[in-house]
């Protein structure tokens, strides 16, 4: 086992608690994306995962790499920026994608639909 | 002169913030070569964004905005989990509902719908562009009136001081 | 001593369900009856594996999982976009 055992007790216990309630976030939002009943409910999920969850490890691991090197260690800064600035436009272009592809799909489904009628009529 | 070599000073200093994080020093060599892309990479990029970069008139309302924003990002994350581990997904009120927006500024629209895709629980969806009404996708919905007052009141109003302000100020000192 | 056995038990906790979490998307992925379905577990996958090597580096006290992690966002954030923009426009039946 590689963890530094001269972790001090102010560090370890926020850093233990951290990973245990970021990991347990990031657990609920997979369950609901298994468990929720369709697409529009599902996309909420992962939402708990990409903020608390990432939030959480991040603040974590910059807490122990602080402590263990006896310096300023925040480039986890970076990825939490990164991570902050990517994920709405990441949800925005699937919601739209599939709210795209909905409405296709019942245009199609319609036209389908007339189209039959029309040759049923005109039969 | 400054205008011309410093378009936009935040943006500046965010990517020497970006520079020296990512080399883990402050070393002066490094400061010389964050300063050196944190100069060279806004006027390069310049023509790229033809409505030029934003102007933020109120630093203090952005950063309670973002502050406020933090805190409900926190809180409706806990709802949500509640929600997925102890309801039954058939109770779940899930809705698309109509907000109408009175901002215009694309950077001020932007900044909205990353802090509402942020929230978890609401997704933007897209602005109906003949009538500039916001369509939303709500987790939970209890009360429509209320996330329209919400919206409008706790989000739409500090964005529209922070990015719309100086316009209207520049007007009047014309006029 | 206990300080460090804490921590590394919270560590192998949350390594565990983090893994289990990237089991339920991989369900997800396979099962999911639309294309967007699929598209929301591959992007909640590519998240999840930068957790991974996050806690992968305080596990092994490395600073090399950091740039791992960088990497893994960054292209999950380009595939995850470049497969939505396919998703709305890339029909071929229109």
Redesign the interface.
């Known amino acids: 086992?590689?963890?530094?055992?001269t972790?001090?007790?102010w560090a370890?216990?926020p850093?233990?608690?951290l990973?245990?309630l970021?990991?347990?976030?990031?657990?609920?939002?997979?369950?609901?994306?298994?468990?929720?009943?369709?697409?529009?409910?599902?996309?909420?999920?992962?939402?708990?995962?990409?903020?608390?969850?990432?939030g959480c490890?991040?603040i974590?691991?910059m807490i122990?790499?602080t402590a263990?090197q006896s310096r300023l260690?925040?480039?986890?800064?970076?990825?939490s920026v990164?991570?902050?600035?990517?994920?709405?436009?990441?949800?925005?272009?699937?919601?739209?994608?599939?709210?795209?592809?909905d409405l296709?799909k019942e245009h199609l489904a319609d036209e389908e639909k007339t189209g039959t009628d029309g040759a049923a009529t005109d039969a | 002169m400054m205008k011309r070599w410093l378009p936009s000073p935040l943006l500046s200093l965010c990517l020497l913030l970006m520079w020296l994080l990512l080399n883990q020093t402050i070393e002066p060599a490094h400061l010389l070569l964050g300063a050196v892309l944190g100069i060279v990479a806004p006027v390069l990029a310049r023509p790229l964004q033809p409505q030029g970069y934003p102007r933020i008139s109120r630093p203090f309302v952005l950063f309670r905005l973002l502050w406020l924003s933090l805190i409900e990002i926190v809180r409706s994350c806990f709802n949500v989990s509640r929600i997925i581990l102890f309801r039954r997904t058939e109770g779940v009120n899930s809705q698309f509902i109509h907000i109408p927006l009175d901002l215009r500024d694309p950077y001020g629209l932007a900044l909205l719908s990353c802090l509402i895709n942020s929230t978890p629980g609401t997704v933007w969806v897209e602005i109906v562009p003949e009538t500039h009404e916001l369509l939303l996708h709500v987790f939970d919905l209890h009360d429509e009136q209320w996330w329209i007052d919400t919206i409008k009141s706790h989000y739409e109003q500090p964005i529209i001081e922070v990015f719309e302000q100086p316009r209207h100020s520049e007007r009047e000192k014309t006029t | 001593m206990t300080t460090a056995s804490l921590l590394s038990a919270a560590i192998v906790f949350a390594l565990v369900c983090v893994v289990l979490a990237m089991i339920l998307c991989t369900l997800r992925l396979l099962i999911g009856p639309s294309a967007q379905d699929r598209v929301l577990a591959l992007d909640t996958l590519w998240m999840c594996a930068m957790l991974l090597a996050l806690m992968l580096g305080i596990r092994h006290g490395s600073q090399i999982y950091f740039e791992a992690a960088l990497m893994i966002a960054l292209l999950g954030f380009v595939s995850t976009v470049a497969l939505a923009k396919f998703l709305m426009r890339g029909e071929v039946i229109e």
């Open positions: 086992m590689s963890i530094a055992e972790l001090p007790v370890a216990l850093v233990a608690f990973l245990v970021g990991g347990l976030i990031s657990l609920i939002g997979a369950l609901g994306l298994l468990r929720l009943g369709n697409f529009y409910q599902r996309i909420h999920g992962p939402a708990i995962t990409v903020t608390l969850g990432a490890i991040l974590a691991s122990y790499f263990t260690v925040i480039h986890e800064l970076l990825i990164f991570v902050l600035m990517t994920a709405p436009v990441v949800a925005m272009m699937i919601m739209r994608a599939a709210v795209y592809r296709r």
